[in-house]
C-alpha cells in the first residue's frame, strides 16, 4: 500500500529550503513531510537513537503499517534498490524487535506485516530505463526537487517511465550555506564565539570540514582532532590530546566520543581557553 503523498501546498508552506548533505534531507523527511503523510517515525539515523538494521527512517502510519525510507540527496542508482531489499530482509527476520522499538513509542499498537512499504527518495534516478521490482513488498519511488521559489516538490516515479525519473544533477551547496545553517541552531553569541574559534583553529593549520549533520570536523594532517556541534545554549567541543590535560579552570569532562573529550563554550569569552587545549 502506498504511502499518502504530501500536496504541493503543503510542502510550500514549509518555506524554501537547501540540503547541503543527506542528513539535512531526511531531517526535513522525517519532520516536515512523513507528518504530512500520516507517517511516525519509530528509529532514525538522524535522532542519535538506535538504528535498526541500518535503515535510514523505519516508520509506521496509525493502522499499522511499517514503511521503510532510504534517503538518497542525489542520484538513486541500483544500490539504493538493493539496500531497500536487504532492509526489507533485515525488518522481516526481527520482527521482535521491530514489535519492540514501536511498542515502546505506542502500546498496542499492530503490526500489519503484510502490508510492509518500502520508499526510496531521491533528486535523480540514473538508470535510463525500466526498473524491475526489486522486492516482494510495495515500493514507492519517489523524487524530490526545488521550485522556483526555493520550496521543495516531491513527485511519484514511475519505475516504466523514464520521463520521470529527473534530468538535472543534484545542485552543490557551498561551505558558507552549510555553515549557516548549522549556526541558525545557537545563539548569537554562540555564533560569534564559532567564528573566532574557526579562524584561530584554521589560522593554525587545522583542515576545516563540514561532514553534515550538526558537526564540524577540525583535522591535523590525517587525524581528526576536533569536532564542534551546535547547540540552543551555545556549542560543545569534542577533542582529543595526544598528552596530559592540563585543565587549570575544571572544564573538561570525559566523552564517550572516539575523540575522548569535551568542553562547552557559551560566548567568544570561552574560546581562548579551548584554543589553549586544542593547540596542544
Not at 499499522?64 to 533485515?90: C, M, S
Not at 556549542?235 to 568542553?263: H, M, N, Y
Request: charged content about 25%.
Amino acid at each position: 500500500m502506498p504511502i499518502k503523498m504530501p500536496s504541493e501546498q503543503q510542502l510550500r508552506q514549509f518555506g524554501p529550503q537547501k540540503f547541503p548533505s543527506e542528513g539535512a534531507l531526511q531531517r526535513f523527511v522525517e519532520q516536515e513531510v512523513l507528518p504530512a503523510c500520516g507517517l511516525r517515525v519509530v528509529t532514525s539515523s538522524e535522532a542519535g537513537g538506535p538504528r535498526l538494521g541500518g535503515i535510514d527512517t523505519l516508520a509506521i502510519d496509525v493502522a499499522g503499517t511499517p514503511v521503510i525510507f532510504e534517503h538518497k540527496r542525489g542520484d538513486v542508482n541500483r544500490k539504493a534498490r538493493e539496500q531497500l531489499a536487504r532492509y526489507e530482509q533485515w525488518a522481516l527476520t526481527h520482527r521482535e524487535r521491530v514489535g519492540k522499538a514501536i511498542s515502546a513509542k505506542w502500546e498496542g499498537q499492530d503490526i500489519k506485516w503484510g502490508q510492509l512499504c518500502l520508499v526510496l527518495l531521491g533528486y535523480r534516478y540514473t538508470p535510463k530505463k525500466p526498473w524491475a521490482h526489486p522486492s516482494s513488498s510495495e515500493i514507492q519511488l519517489l523524487r524530490y526537487g526545488y521550485n522556483q521559489d526555493g520550496t521543495v516538490f516531491v513527485r511519484e516515479v514511475d519505475p516504466q517511465d523514464v520521463r520521470t525519473f529527473g534530468d538535472d544533477p543534484v545542485p552543490a551547496f557551498s561551505k558558507a550555506e552549510a555553515i549557516k545553517r548549522h549556526q541558525a541552531k545557537t545563539t548569537d553569541a554562540g555564533r560569534a564565539a564559532f567564528d573566532i574559534l574557526s579562524r584561530e583553529l584554521r589560522n593554525s593549520g587545522f583542515q576545516e570540514r563540514f561532514p553534515g549533520k550538526n558537526r564540524v570536523w577540525y583535522r591535523s594532517g590525517e587525524h581528526l582532532r576536533a569536532e564542534v556541534t551546535f547547540l540552543q545554549v551555545g556549542l560543545q567541543v569534542f577533542f582529543r590530546l595526544d598528552g596530559d590535560l592540563k585543565d587549570t579552570e575544571g572544564r573538561v569532562a570525559p566523552s564517550k566520543k572516539k575523540l575522548g573529550w569535551t568542553i562547552g563554550i557559551l560566548s567568544p569569552a570561552d574560546v581562548p581557553y579551548v584554543i589553549a587545549l586544542l593547540r596542544r
